[in-house]
């Protein structure tokens, strides 16, 4: 992503998704802009770049017990 940084026109937007070592942490969480998803777990942040405009944003994590969930 930081090959887009150089683009002035863009947003940066970045999540923390901090690690608390709990039976959680391993489960993976997804952050959604448009169609574009991104697998996040404890310990691990992300950067993603928007466009000017409006932007649909959607976070959604796994069912603690239902691991092939994604909502």
Same mark, same amino acid.
């Given at each position: 992503? /930081? /090959?887009? @940084?150089?683009?002035? &026109? %863009? /947003?940066?937007?970045?999540? =923390? %998704? *901090? *690690?608390? !070592? #709990?039976?959680? &942490? #391993?489960?993976? @969480?997804?952050? %959604?802009? *448009?169609? +574009?998803?991104? $697998?996040?777990?404890? #310990?691990? /942040? =992300?950067?993603? +770049? =928007?466009? $000017? #405009?409006? !932007? !649909?944003?959607? =976070?959604? @994590?796994?069912? $603690?017990?239902? $691991?092939?969930? %994604? !909502?």
């Amino acid at each position: 992503m /930081a /090959a887009q @940084s150089w683009r002035l &026109n %863009r /947003a940066r937007l970045c999540f =923390v %998704r *901090e *690690e608390d !070592n #709990g039976a959680i &942490n #391993g489960l993976r @969480s997804w952050i %959604r802009i *448009e169609d +574009y998803s991104v $697998p996040v777990i404890g #310990g691990q /942040a =992300v950067c993603l +770049y =928007v466009q $000017p #405009g409006s !932007n !649909n944003l959607t =976070v959604t @994590s796994t069912i $603690p017990y239902d $691991p092939h969930s %994604r !909502n």
